[in-house]
């Protein structure tokens, strides 16, 4: 889906599309929308995760939501090995960026496609 050497095309300028392990759909108590949950491993030290909408001109069946990482301001890129991998899991809401049958999440290595029925958009459940 996304050939464009692993860079985002989404509202994440400058960040790198990376992998993931499990991308799934969660409610949260006590609130009434949808979240978009994804976790996995870090590809590399001094790195931030985030989860980032692509940018549409109109709604798709299917909104793409990108996994990209991104290295924080002010800090260097150190070439350490480390046999000690990082875990990430992070989160959406999904209010505003589901398309009219569901989201794709998009890694570095794989596609995921989601359907989110009207009763999920629309009730939360």
Do not use: K
């Not at 960040?15 to 409610?27: K, N």
């Not at 609130?31 to 949950?37: A, F, M, R, V």
């Not at 029925?117 to 009730?123: D, E, G, P």
């Amino acid at each position: 889906m996304n050939q464009h050497m692993g860079g985002s095309l989404s509202t994440m300028p400058g960040s790198r599309i990376i992998d993931f392990d499990t991308a799934e759909i969660r409610t949260v108590p006590f609130q009434d929308s949808l979240y978009l949950w994804v976790s996995g491993t870090l590809p590399g030290p001094h790195l931030e995760v985030r989860l980032a909408p692509r940018h549409y001109t109109e709604r798709p069946d299917y909104w793409a939501i990108e996994v990209a990482a991104i290295r924080p301001s002010g800090t260097r890129a150190h070439p350490i090995e480390t046999h000690d991998p990082q875990l990430f899991e992070c989160a959406i809401p999904l209010i505003g960026v589901t398309g009219a049958r569901g989201i794709t999440v998009v890694g570095a290595n794989r596609v995921q496609r989601i359907e989110c029925t009207a009763h999920q958009m629309h009730s939360g459940a």
